[in-house]
């Protein structure tokens, strides 16, 4: 079974400062694993995935994440927040084991502030 | 650039009636989802659908859910008798193969049941 579990619900910041959103996933094979952002009223666009070979994945608007194989983890990172970065994050791991699902986290609303 | 598309944006209906959600997926794109997301709460997966029948489905997917691609372009789901806790926003969304590849997502139908 997968599962994914987003380590807090809001995350806040200033413009500027470091953005990291932390993403751990559980799956019984080797995971694709994807960083989803939604702004209000929106559907999801896709920041980043990784699926095979590098590790360091890097995706729109800045963002960038790391797959740890030994830690589990994607987290989400962004060296500076912009105002226009305030959303709702989601991480979603997805894997073929017969069929074809996608499994998002709980999701991470972004604050930055001025 | 190509989106997938949602008819309509808002649905209102009355408990027990039948509602069908409507969603022109990318063109050249073979697999097809639904999710849904309860106000507040995660992008939940209902189902997948490729070659002209479900791939997967979620155990919210029951038997008052029903997918079908009546033609080239659309996509719908369907649910029978609606419940007040069908209340949410549903998604739809496509990928060109496997669900390793991105998943494109339309802009969502929320979904109020009275």
């Known amino acids: 079974a997968q599962s994914v579990t987003q380590l807090g619900s809001h995350v806040s910041v200033s413009e500027g400062a470091l953005v990291l959103l932390r993403c751990n996933y559980s799956?019984?094979?080797?995971?694709?694993l994807f960083w989803y952002v939604q702004y209000p009223n929106q559907g999801l666009q896709l920041l980043l995935k990784?699926?095979?070979?590098?590790?360091l994945v890097k995706g729109i608007n800045g963002f960038e994440a790391e797959f740890k194989k030994s830690e589990t983890s994607f987290h989400l990172t962004k060296p500076s927040a912009h105002m226009s970065d305030a959303a709702e994050y989601f991480c979603?791991?997805?894997?073929?084991?017969?069929?074809?699902?996608?499994?998002f986290g709980a999701g991470t609303r972004l604050f930055v502030k001025a | 650039e190509p989106e997938v598309t949602q008819t309509p944006s808002h649905q209102v209906t009355q408990m027990g009636q039948e509602v069908i959600l409507r969603c022109v997926p990318i063109?050249?794109?073979?697999?097809f989802y639904w999710y849904r997301q309860i106000l507040g709460q995660k992008v939940e997966f209902l189902v997948s659908?490729?070659?002209?029948?479900?791939?997967?489905k979620s155990e919210i997917f029951d038997d008052q859910f029903s997918v079908e691609r009546p033609d080239g372009s659309n996509f719908t789901l369907k649910i029978r008798s609606t419940k007040l806790e069908d209340s949410a926003m549903y998604f739809c969304?496509?990928?060109?193969?496997?669900?390793?590849?991105?998943?494109?997502f339309g802009p969502g139908t929320r979904l109020t049941v009275l």
């Open positions: 969304a496509s990928s060109e193969s496997r669900s390793t590849d991105t998943q494109y």
């Open positions: 799956s019984s094979v080797p995971p694709y």
């Open positions: 990784y699926t095979t070979g590098a590790t």
């Open positions: 979603a791991v997805s894997s073929f084991t017969g069929g074809f699902k996608t499994i």
């Open positions: 063109s050249n794109h073979l697999y």
């Open positions: 659908f490729y070659n002209n029948e479900i791939s997967e």
